[in-house]
């Protein structure tokens, strides 16, 4: 009779949070309740979530802007089926797979910049450990630059590059060849570069921990820089490629910029199948892949089976026939009009950064002492909780996921589908406004739900400290109540 995947979701349907707690992850399901996003998704559309209740939630998040054409775009659900159906070779491994070849052209196609050669990976992550090793091949140097506050992967070599702290902790030692700047300082840049010690210069275009944007001018002035020390400049458009800012890639705004390579992934996917990309030069290409024996010096099982190809390709075709890239600069205005005229009379706004579909949203403490003082109780507690009491009641009252932007920082993200409606865009800014004014009470929704979360909180810590002293593993589990 074979599997069938419809029936087993069916007749499992309610159970995916008690599977992940006993197999999985208890801790992921411990934080996930902690704010209230414990729910089980049965079906997904565009920006829209259904729950095995029939509640719709609106998407704001995007699986980490894996979703730039929507949630089950048929255009790439039919790629799926076409491939599974065709019964194509894949993964022979000891071949040139076609669509691998085809999707590989198109890229080029649509990138330009000399980069002419390909490498096919699973992730955004790997890119980036694809891009160290080409580096440092090709130059002969072992140093990899980076910003403070970036985000490249958590595997070990992209670890190695992460500006948060608390990703790195009980990792450590990693690469000691790497060292971070600050970010957006060319004075600071100029200066590392100058030792020519530096491999490669591994730059997001916007960051996503925080959401920060460069100065105007500086990807292109550090292209300069790169050029003239020989240090080899790594594009990281993992997040900010495939039309999220508003242009197919996030450089193409940013002037006169000739990385060397260039990564890509999440939107790729179709948010589908995991699938990546490094676009390389061939100068580069030819000192890694420089001998016969060497010809796969890097590779990956994986990297270039054909469900990934033609899924990649199908993106591709949704981006063009949606003029996306358009969409998301539309889409991003409207957002942007809407959140700031909210910013205008918040006390706890302090800044919108926003290019495309790809927003973050400041706060900061606002100058009521009333307020102050419940600013400074909340970050006191807990550097993260804040921005929670926009989340949660978002979640709770309106059914709309966002997130925070990054640990310990008070930045509320956003990274929708490029497909995302003029009235999705207008439900999201009057749900946030409610949350945003509600910050203004104390005693109302927001700090009735960071009361609760802080308990939570600090009753799981508690638990987990009384623990250790009595050596009783039973008091570690954390209560999901609020």
Known sequence: MGLDIAALLQRSQGQARDLHREHVNPKWMDALGLIGFDREYVRASGCTLWDGEGNRFLDMIGGYATCNVGRNHPVVCK??????????????????????????????????????????????????EAAIKFARCATGRPTILHETGSFHGLSTGALAINGCPSFREGFEPLCAHSRAFPRGDLSALEAHLAGRDVAALVLEPIQGKGVWTHPRGMMAEASRLCARFGTLLVVDEVQTGLGRTGSFLAIDQEGDVAPHMVILSKGLSGGQVPVGAVLCRTDVWERVFSRLDRAIVHSSTFHMNGLAMAVGLATLSVIEEERLCERAVLAGSRLRAGLDAIADHSPFISAVRQRGLMVGIEFAAPESPRLRLAWNLTKAIDPNLFVQAVTIPLMQRDRILTQVAGHAIPVLKLTPPLVISEPEIDL???????????????????????????????????????????????????????
Do not use: Y
Request: charged share 20%.
């Open 79 to 128: 790629a799926i089926s076409d491939f599974a159906s065709s019964q194509a070779a894949s993964m022979v491994c000891f071949d040139a797979p076609l669509l691998a070849g085809i999707l590989a052209r198109q890229l080029k196609g649509r990138i330009g910049r000399d980069l002419d050669r390909v490498f096919f990976t699973n992730s955004g992550t790997e890119g980036i």
């Open 428 to 482: 999201f800014t009057a749900a946030f406004a409610r949350a945003v004014r509600d910050l203004e009470t104390p005693g109302g929704p927001a700090w009735t739900a960071l009361s609760a979360i802080a308990v939570n909180a600090v009753g799981a810590k508690w638990r987990s400290l009384r623990s250790r002293w009595s050596g009783d593993p039973s008091a570690t589990g954390a209560h999901k109540d609020g």
